[in-house]
T-cell receptor, first 113, second 112 residues
Framework: AQSVAQPEDQVNVAEGNPLTVKCTYS??????LFWYVQYPNRGLQFLLK??????LVKGSYGFEAEFNKSQTSFHLKKPSALVSDSALYFC???????????FGTGTRLQVFP | DSGVTQTPKHLITATGQRVTLRCSPR?????VYWYQQSLDQGLQFLIQ???????AKGNILERFSAQQFPDLHSELNLSSLELGDSALYFC???????????FGDGTRLSIL
């Protein structure tokens, strides 16, 4: 079965420290992977995607993600967290040969001043 | 601003009623997707339309239906509403082919 897992419900980090939000996946074929962020009372905002190429993908707002095929992971990272990064983060994978996305359960990131 | 517009932002209605949610996609996007977000089920894909035709179906109840019109806007119709249908309903659009989906701000549906 094709799926996405975000093993942490919440991640807490101090402002200025690096952050990592974890995601693992299970799909048929080559994965198309995405990260989205959701602020309160807003829709999901696209951060970055991996389709092919470099394993380190750079996205919006200083975020980046590392694709690891052997570990089937696509962790979201940022070198220095901001309080304004506090939000709900979703990892998603595109089902093979479709445009359907399967989303993880989300990870709430809390950045403390 | 994602460019995807959803109306209304909030909808309060009673059990057994029928409602229509509307979505205008980003300019140029042919694909429209509908999602339901609830606390217990998370973010669930409901249905996709591409240029007026149904392209893919997810966990959409038979009481729910959707359509995409020639001007590419889409409507999601929810009927015989139940308390459990209370959720955030999102519309997204994309150009397809692995391009990212861009989401509207959603319609919050509350069933009393």
């Amino acid at each position: 079965a094709q799926s996405v897992a975000q093993p942490e419900d919440q991640v807490n980090v101090a402002e200025g420290n690096p952050l990592t939000v974890k995601c693992t996946y299970s799909v048929s074929g080559n994965p198309y992977l995405f990260w989205y962020v959701q602020y309160p009372n807003r829709g999901l905002q696209f951060l970055l995607k991996y389709i092919t190429g470099d394993n380190l993908v750079k996205g919006s707002y200083g975020f980046e993600a590392e694709f690891n095929k052997s570990q089937t992971s696509f962790h979201l990272k940022k070198p220095s967290a901001l309080v304004s990064d506090s939000a709900l983060y979703f990892c998603a994978v595109r089902l093979y040969n479709t445009d359907k996305l399967i989303f993880g359960t989300g990870t709430r990131l809390q950045v403390f001043p | 601003d994602s460019g995807v517009t959803q109306t209304p932002k909030h909808l309060i209605t009673a059990t057994g009623q029928r409602v229509t949610l509307r979505c205008s996609p980003r300019s140029g996007d042919l694909s429209v997707y509908w999602y339901q977000q609830s606390l217990d089920q998370g973010l669930q894909f409901l249905i996709q339309y591409y240029n007026g035709e149904e392209r893919a179906k997810g966990n959409i109840l038979e009481r729910f239906s959707a359509q995409q019109f020639p001007d590419l806007h889409s409507e999601l119709n929810l009927s015989s509403l139940e308390l459990g249908d209370s959720a955030l309903y999102f519309c997204a659009s994309s150009g397809g082919g692995g391009q990212p989906q861009h989401f509207g701000d959603g319609t919050r549906l509350s069933i009393l």
